[in-house]
């Protein structure tokens, strides 16, 4: 069973930053794109970065871009989001997601395991 666990998530201020960690089943990890998707109350949840398998090549929401940033540690089975000058349109839950499959993908569909997410707020 592959199982993916977030930390890292509290109240900031703005401007602020925050370390996201996620850490997965070592068995899947390796070889696996993974991502960050978030969900405001009341919104969809959306897209926010992605990482390739050896983490080579990212990709990232416009409106993160900049600002946030992805990683990953294979060696830990671990993926990291790096959020800097955090604002409060920021606030959200943050799911870490993997995907059966090395290449980064930006589509919700494209993620087969989730996590339980972590909560990230941003005051004005």
């Known amino acids: 069973q592959v199982q993916l666990v977030e930390s890292g998530g509290g109240l900031v201020q703005a401007g602020g930053s925050l370390r996201l960690s996620c850490v997965v089943s070592?068995?899947?990890?390796?070889?696996?794109?993974m991502a960050w998707f978030r969900q405001a109350p009341g919104k969809e949840r959306e897209f926010v970065a992605t990482?390739?398998?050896?983490?080579?090549?990212?990709d990232y929401a416009l409106s993160v871009k900049g600002r946030f940033t992805i990683s990953r540690d294979n060696a830990k089975s671990t993926v990291y989001l790096q959020m800097n000058s955090l604002k409060p349109e920021d606030t959200a839950v943050y799911y870490c997601?993997?995907?059966?499959?090395?290449?980064?993908?930006?589509?919700?569909?494209?993620?087969?395991?989730w996590g339980q997410g972590t909560q990230v707020t941003v005051s004005s």
């Open positions: 990482i390739n398998w050896n983490g080579g090549r990212t």
């Open positions: 997601a993997q995907r059966l499959g090395p290449f980064i993908a930006t589509n919700i569909n494209d993620y087969n395991y």
């Open positions: 070592p068995r899947t990890f390796s070889n696996n794109a």
